[in-house]
Structures are given as structure tokens and as C-alpha cells.
């Protein structure tokens, strides 16, 4: 990933008025795609800012279509992880530890987005879908005092494969769930 896209987007937050961080706003982004309900701009941005006097009406709107390009981005990297970004950390030419810290970021942003997404609670995650949020929640608390060497290059690349995977398998079976669970709740 280029460190253009990182920049890029984290330009478009702030022109949008959005003081929030990029990882963790994209992870928020990601998460709450990954549900079964569909999202618009305005949802997100409403869970993504942090400052409480802050409203969607005064988000500045003419600044957001950049914005509205990363959903797109977000929403076809779930689809297909080679159209774009699944989960968006600033590229390799940053310090490893920077980079570590924006994927526990992320992590903490999806599980958020994930949480709030509106999956029913009577809707059971396989085990492997709950180990896998456990692992997510895990990386959010890691402490990542990383040197730039090549184990710990390899260390953080394998996270993020995991992690991408696990997300684009919690997305089908939720995609599943939901169609069931919808199929069967219409029977009744």
C-alpha cells in the first residue's frame, strides 16, 4: 500500500471536519460494512467523531466525497481483497512501530464498527468467528515496542493476513446468518 492512500485519507477526514484516526476510522468503516445493515456516510461519521459538539449538519458535506470514495474502496475490498484495502495502516515506509500501533488501531476501530453493525444478538458467531474477535481484541491491547528488523516486519505481515482473512470469513458468515435468520423470522 502506498503511503499516499494512508495520507490521502486521513486528509479527506480532516477536510471533512473529522479529527479522528485514520486506522481507527477505517476499522470503523470496515466493521460496520461487515454487518448485515446497510451504512451511509453520515452513520459513520457520526460513530467516528470524537468531538461530542461536533453533528453530522456541521460536518462540512461539500468535503466528503472523498470520504464517500474510501467507503466504496472499503466496501469493494470486502468483496475482493485485491481491489483495495482491507485494512489501511500507513505503508511500509513508516517506522514499524507506528504501523503496529495503527493496525491495534484498526483492530479497535472494527470491533466497534463490527459491534454496532446490527447483527442480532440471537444470531450465533461460529467458534471460529468468536476466537477470531478475541484474537482482534487481543491486538488491540498489544503492546508494540517493535524494533524495525525483519522478524518483527514478518511478525506485523502475519498479523495482517490473519486478520484479513478473518475479517472476509466473518463477513460470509454473517452475510449467511442473516439471510437465514431473516428467511426464518419472515416464516413466523
Known sequence: ????????FEDALLQAGCSA???????????????????DQGVWLNCINDDSKLSMDSVILSETLALDNFIKRAVNALGDM?????ILIPSDDVELGERATAFSS??????????????PEEVPLSPESQEFLRHLTQFCRL???????????KALFELLEFS?????????EVKDLSSVHTETNSLH
Open 106 to 119: 484498526w483492530c479497535s476501530g472494527f470491533l466497534y464498527g463490527f459491534g454496532i453493525s446490527g447483527v
Open 1 to 8: 500500500m502506498s503511503l499516499g492512500l494512508y495520507v490521502a
Open 82 to 86: 485485491e481491489t483495495g484495502p482491507l
Open 143 to 153: 503492546d508494540f515496542e517493535v524494533e524495525d528488523n525483519e522478524e518483527d516486519e
Open 21 to 39: 484516526v485514520a486506522s481507527e476510522a477505517h476499522g470503523t468503516l470496515v466493521g460496520l460494512l461487515s454487518g448485515p445493515n446497510q451504512v
Open 164 to 172: 484479513k482473512v478473518g475479517v472476509l470469513n466473518l463477513v460470509e
